[in-house]
């Protein structure tokens, strides 16, 4: 339900906004813009609309798609439970149901699976702060190898001869 004191604009007002007013440094408005617009009654979860952003950004599927295909895919086909055909790049399920409901079953046991995994995982979820803490601790080193981060951290160059973009300034 719409908070009554909010303003509110018309169609030809947004349609102006995204036509001739909008600044872009990336294309996170348009996206939130366009999904707000086919959502019933206007209105999305931030998580729905996290996960508009990261289809609609080119980087994040292709990198998703190469996890995807390196490990799960792989997994999956070996089990007999997925193909995967590189000439038309789609995924293929190779199970015969006997019903909807059985689909469902199998739906619910997933999402239950999913449920579980994310409790577990969600505190160990990598972020890039701790990442930069690892590579300060570390002194831009693998730590389990000791080899020296060869592009340095994120790919940034170091600036003060470090080995990586982590400047001594911050250790």
Request: with cysteine; charged share 35%; proline share 5%.
């Amino acid at each position: 339900m719409s908070d009554d004191r909010l303003k509110r604009i018309t169609g030809a007002e947004l349609r102006d906004f995204v036509k001739h007013r909008m600044q872009m440094r990336a294309n996170y408005q348009p996206v939130i813009i366009k999904n707000l617009i086919r959502a019933d009654g206007g209105r999305l979860p931030a998580d729905a609309l996290a996960r508009s952003l990261m289809l609609e950004d080119p980087s994040q599927v292709a990198h998703v798609r190469a996890i995807l295909l390196r490990m799960p895919a792989p997994v999956l086909a070996r089990r007999g439970v997925t193909h995967y055909e590189r000439s038309t790049g789609e995924f293929e399920l190779l199970v015969d149901f006997e019903s909807d409901d059985e689909k469902d079953e199998i739906v619910g046991i997933c999402d239950r699976k999913i449920a579980e995994w994310n409790r577990r995982e969600a505190p160990r979820v990598r972020t890039a702060s701790r990442d930069l803490k690892v590579f300060e601790r570390a002194r831009c080193r693998c730590e389990l190898c000791g080899a020296p981060a060869a592009a340095g951290f994120a790919g940034r160059p170091s600036t003060d001869g470090s080995g990586c973009g982590v400047s001594r300034r911050s250790r």
